[in-house]
């Protein structure tokens, strides 16, 4: 049984269902026969024919991708969505359709499919595509025609060689009403404007027939930007020419056959057709003497009707529109009219622009300085230097057991706060803090002990090297800030004790029930950088050489090019579902660390592989909510949708260093990537200088208190804002400053 691919083609505006139908919201995406909108109807009849591996693939607009992902999820079916930087006609739309297909498997059919089409009978479509997907697997592009129940001017026809399914003989333009009725005298079908063919197929008719389609395609799938299970397409698709699939390959092709189709069908083009489906009613009104009527009022409003016959009224919140249904088609030159009359009535109001980068940053940088740094340095850290493990969100402490890591993070978010400038008490935070770490946390050997009861007491005695990392990183952080070399002789010392444990393949083994693992070298390697860029012995760069080709032969995956999390004891991946865990958080984490060696060592290799593990972090991006989710599967898809703060904090560190290490058109979606994340921090944090940690899959947040340990990556994020920003324009990083 063949593979098939379901393609749904979300172009068009609707213009002669003005005023529902607008630009921004159009036809396809309202309900116009029924409770769901013409794409929900389209969706649910298409899914089902996802076989073999299939997926379902919709091609909007980018104007449409928040409703394309709101109307998705309300009927819980999920797609991969290409967006079109602008429309270029449907030749391009199922260019770049069949070439995704086509890159995953070329001889997969597409069905081509218009989102705006009313089916009542979804089987009987279905079985008319199972017949023609047949004669698509043998090289045919196929169409669906339609058997005309009426002379109509509305739709083009199609002229079949013989009955059942058949070559094609000619397309033909709308005709006027008496063309209309010779050619239902001649056996001629209305043309549906469904395909079914072979993406091969179809890339190579598009090649050879429309060849700069083709080539704008290629350019604009290879520069796609990822986002979650959106993939815009590159600048290059703004090249292609802008012709339809009829003009560009149908009337030149030897390979087009039509299926003459019997089901109930329509286009849903204009109001007449809308009331003729019998489902078109929407909203209170009140009809009195009056028959054969179409009213649809949005919410809120009443309409009442006297003493009309065949007559549409549609009510919108800033326009209303009474029209004779037998003259729908004339909507258009309304709407013509509109253009000079009375603009702002073409379109539904524009909502609030979203929040620049720029914009962002300076507040982020005031956020820190006025609220965050403040809070945590003083109802945050008791006067013996110990840090709060939590605080909750109306800042009382809490009691809990003590961290050595959020110790040592902490230490580390007002080192830095003090090397930014920040004018608050950040030298007492640190000394006091320090001390509390030595004599509380130390063990004998100058190791860090896991954890502390409340009152201070050990209450584990592990020296782990997750917590090990972020102690040498505190000591780089507090030596840099305050130029103190001792330091380093006691991050050695520690960093030595770690490397008398390395297996032959160069990697530590973690304690607890996940010995050989990824994210503890992550963190290891972030403190070896740190020494490295503070200027500290040459065993630092070897510590991240050694961290560094382990990742790129071990922890990274060579086909996807995502990093996992748990392996064997010889670095293979884990077996079961450890081995397929992929953190979309640890993606941009480790893609920001690989771009800061690759840009101290100028290695090319580094940074590709650091382009890879971004890209495979911007899949875990949910394009509904904007954030980033908290773990996938290998295989990309979703392990768990909820979605921490600290994956939003590196998926924007991720994205401005690679602004900084990119070419043009990549840099503007790093700039776009960042801007996007950061408006997902701030979903997080709240005015008191306190975050939420952890959102749930409808966007509400559990209610529980800030963890102090986000700390560590909402300063890692701010520094990496300004250090970005003084790259890129640094006449205006006087704004993110925290002095």
């Known amino acids: 049984m063949a593979t098939i691919y379901p393609v749904i083609m979300c172009g068009g505006s609707g213009t002669r269902l003005w005023p529902a139908s607008r630009p921004s919201l159009p036809k396809q995406f309202i309900p116009l026969a029924g409770n769901r909108s013409l794409f929900q109807e389209t969706v649910a009849r298409v899914a089902g024919l996802c076989q073999n591996g299939g997926e379902l693939v919709v091609v909007g607009g980018l104007s449409h991708k928040r409703a394309i992902l709101d109307q998705l999820e309300e009927i819980g079916i999920s797609a991969v969505i290409l967006l079109e930087p602008e429309g270029r006609d449907s030749s391009a739309a199922m260019a770049a359709a069949a070439e995704w297909t086509a890159q995953r498997a070329p001889e997969a059919i597409n069905l081509f499919v218009a989102s705006d089409h009313h089916i009542p009978n979804a089987e009987a479509f279905r079985q008319s595509v199972g017949k023609a997907a047949s004669a698509a697997a043998q090289g045919r592009i196929v169409t669906l025609g339609v058997v005309p129940t009426e002379p109509s001017s509305a739709y083009g026809y199609i002229a079949p060689s013989g009955p059942d399914l058949s070559a094609v003989s000619a397309f033909v333009e709308k005709p006027d009403q008496a063309t209309a009725r010779r050619y239902i005298a001649e056996g001629y079908l209305w043309n549906s404007g469904n395909f079914i063919v072979r993406a091969d197929v179809l890339c190579q008719e598009i090649a050879e027939r429309?060849?700069?389609?083709?080539?704008?395609?290629?350019?604009?799938?290879?520069?796609?930007?990822?986002?979650?299970?959106?993939?815009?397409?590159?600048?290059?698709?703004?090249?292609?020419?802008?012709?339809?699939?009829?003009?560009?390959?149908?009337?030149?092709?030897?390979?087009?056959?039509?299926?003459?189709?019997?089901?109930?069908?329509?286009?849903?083009?204009?109001?007449?057709?809308?009331?003729?489906?019998?489902?078109?009613?929407?909203?209170?009104?009140?009809?009195?003497?009056?028959?054969?009527?179409?009213?649809?009022?949005?919410?809120?409003?009443?309409?009442?009707?006297?003493?009309?016959?065949?007559?549409?009224?549609?009510?919108?919140?800033?326009?209303?529109?009474?029209?004779?249904?037998?003259?729908?088609?004339?909507?258009?030159?309304?709407?013509?009219?509109?253009?000079?009359?009375?603009?702002?009535?073409?379109?539904?109001?524009?909502?609030?622009?979203?929040?620049?980068?720029?914009?962002?940053?300076?507040?982020?940088?005031?956020?820190?300085?006025?609220?965050?740094?403040?809070?945590?340095?003083?109802?945050?850290?008791?006067?013996?230097?110990?840090?709060?493990?939590?605080?909750?969100?109306?800042?009382?402490?809490?009691?809990?057991?003590?961290?050595?890591?959020?110790?040592?993070?902490?230490?580390?978010?007002?080192?830095?706060?003090?090397?930014q400038g920040w004018r608050g008490p950040w030298k007492a935070v640190v000394e006091t803090g320090l001390d509390r770490l030595r004599t509380a946390y130390l063990r004998l050997d100058g190791q860090m002990r896991t954890l502390l009861a409340a009152d201070g007491s050990p209450l584990d005695e592990t020296a782990t090297i997750y917590d090990q990392a972020f102690l040498i990183f505190a000591l780089a952080s507090i030596s840099n800030a305050t130029a103190h070399p001792a330091l380093e002789v006691e991050?050695?010392?520690?960093?030595?004790?770690?490397?008398?444990?390395?297996?032959?393949?160069?990697?530590?083994?973690?304690?607890?029930?996940?010995?050989?693992?990824?994210?503890?070298?992550?963190?290891?390697?972030?403190?070896?950088?740190?020494?490295?860029?503070?200027?500290?012995?040459?065993?630092?760069?070897?510590?991240?050489?050694?961290?560094?080709?382990?990742?790129?032969?071990?922890?990274?995956?060579?086909?996807?090019?995502?990093?996992?999390?748990?392996?064997?004891?010889?670095?293979?991946?884990?077996?079961?579902?450890?081995?397929r865990l992929v953190e979309p958080g640890h993606q941009f984490e480790w893609a920001w660390l690989l771009a800061r060696y690759s840009r101290s060592r100028n290695d090319a290799g580094v940074l590709a592989d650091a382009w890879r593990l971004y890209e495979s972090g911007l899949k875990g991006v949910d394009a509904k909510r904007g954030v980033a989710m908290d773990a996938l599967n290998i295989d990309g898809s979703v392990r768990s949708p909820r979605s921490r703060l600290w994956p939003q904090t590196e998926w924007l560190k991720a994205s401005l260093i690679l602004e900084t290490l990119s070419d043009d058109v990549r840099r503007a979606q790093c700039l776009e990537q960042a801007a996007r994340a950061q408006r997902a921090v701030w979903r997080y944090l709240t005015p008191q200088g306190l975050w939420h940690d952890k959102m749930l899959e409808n966007g509400s947040f559990i209610d529980e208190p800030a963890p102090a340990s986000s700390f560590y990556h909402i300063m890692a994020a701010y520094t990496q804002v300004k250090e970005t920003f003084g790259t890129i324009a640094p006449q205006k990083t006087a704004s993110f400053n925290l002095f």
Request: proline fraction near 3%; glycine fraction near 10%; charge should be negative.
């Open 491 to 579: 991050a050695s010392a520690v960093r030595d004790l770690l490397l008398r444990q390395v297996d032959a393949h160069g990697g530590l083994q973690e304690s607890g029930s996940h010995p050989h693992q990824s994210n503890a070298h992550m963190h290891l390697l972030e403190a070896a950088l740190a020494w490295e860029e503070n200027g500290g012995g040459r065993e630092w760069s070897a510590l991240a050489d050694q961290i560094v080709h382990l990742a790129r032969t071990r922890f990274i995956d060579a086909d996807t090019g995502s990093l996992r999390e748990f392996f064997d004891a010889q670095w293979s991946p884990a077996a079961g579902e450890d081995g």
């Open 210 to 419: 429309a060849p700069a389609v083709s080539e704008a395609v290629r350019s604009a799938l290879a520069g796609a930007e990822i986002d979650g299970s959106c993939l815009t397409l590159g600048a290059g698709f703004k090249a292609a020419p802008k012709i339809s699939v009829d003009y560009a390959v149908m009337e030149k092709t030897t390979r087009a056959s039509v299926l003459p189709v019997r089901f109930e069908w329509s286009d849903l083009g204009a109001w007449d057709s809308v009331h003729a489906s019998g489902e078109g009613d929407v909203g209170l009104h009140i009809l009195e003497d009056s028959e054969g009527c179409l009213v649809r009022a949005c919410d809120g409003v009443m309409v009442a009707a006297i003493g009309l016959r065949d007559v549409g009224i549609i009510v919108e919140r800033d326009a209303v529109l009474v029209t004779d249904l037998k003259k729908s088609q004339d909507v258009k030159k309304v709407v013509e009219r509109l253009r000079k009359l009375s603009p702002q009535h073409l379109d539904f109001p524009a909502p609030e622009p979203l929040e620049s980068l720029e914009a962002g940053a300076t507040r982020f940088a005031a956020w820190l300085r006025q609220s965050a740094l403040p809070i945590w340095s003083t109802l945050g850290q008791a006067e013996n230097g110990a840090f709060e493990e939590v605080l909750g969100l109306d800042g009382r402490h809490i009691s809990a057991s003590r961290r050595a890591r959020v110790q040592a993070r902490q230490l580390q978010v007002y080192a830095e706060a003090g090397r």
